[in-house]
């Protein structure tokens, strides 16, 4: 740096302007992308809670006697199964103890998962119900599921909750693509802004450089 002519320093300084606000871009994006992460995770827990409440109210009056448990259960898939969130695109799907399918969008009501595998091999709904067991009741379980909207198979997280009056087991996801999809969004409305700001005052700072070059004449040092 000490050999350095004062033109260099000063357009060095520049562009070292320009890759600590890059670098404070990216960085700031990326803050975003994990805190949109958590607040999905926590939108999850809080849907599966109010399907959780519901099984909880028809079981009660099944308890009364108003109706009866086949009944209640019925009611019970029937409500969970038209619920939705996020536009529509968010949905619940429950599973008993045995891996029987209660609710789920695509997949047979009545079929047994006990041998559903995903993209990747994995026994997944086994896998839930062991996750859900092991963590006392509760449980979020990483895996890889085709898009409701491009059928692509992409990143997913689910959580579930048991529902242990019924050996029921039930849950919803996000799709980590989603919260990349924002991200990108954000990077580059980001990226856009630092260019309309940024490219005028580089342009006026060499200016100004060329200009202090020139009304001295050479470097300062000579």
């Keep these: 740096m000490r050999n350095l002519t004062t033109s260099q320093k000063l357009w060095a300084t520049l562009i070292a302007a320009w890759l600590a606000m890059l670098v404070l871009m990216f960085w700031s994006a990326w803050v975003t992308r994990n805190v949109m992460f958590e607040e999905r995770r926590a939108k999850v827990q809080s849907q599966v809670e109010i399907a959780l409440s519901v099984f909880d109210d028809i079981a ?3 308890d009364k006697g108003d109706m009866t448990k086949d009944a209640g259960q019925r009611l019970a898939a029937e409500m969970v199964k038209g619920m939705r969130y996020d536009d529509g695109r968010g949905y619940f799907f429950v599973v008993d103890k045995s891996f029987t399918n209660i609710v789920h969008p695509t997949l047979p009501i009545g079929q047994s998962l006990a041998d559903y595998k995903d993209a990747d091999g994995r026994k ?3 896998e839930f119900v062991d996750a859900v067991n092991r963590d006392k009741g509760r449980a979020f379980v990483d895996y ?9 198979i992409e990143n997913k997280s689910s959580f579930l909750r048991q529902f242990e009056p019924w050996g029921w087991y039930i ?20 990226g856009l802004g630092l260019l309309l700001v940024g490219v005028p005052l580089s342009l006026l700072m060499g200016w100004v450089i060329r200009d202090l070059m ?5 470097d300062p040092r000579y």
Excluded: P
């Design 214 to 218: 020139r009304r001295l004449g050479s």
């Design 171 to 190: 849950g919803t996801g996000i799709y980590v693509s989603d919260i990349n999809e924002v991200f990108v969004t954000k990077l580059l409305y980001s």
């Design 60 to 62: 009660k009056q099944v």
């Design 124 to 126: 997944l709904f086994v």
């Design 144 to 152: 890889r599921w085709a898009h409701a909207k491009t059928g692509v």
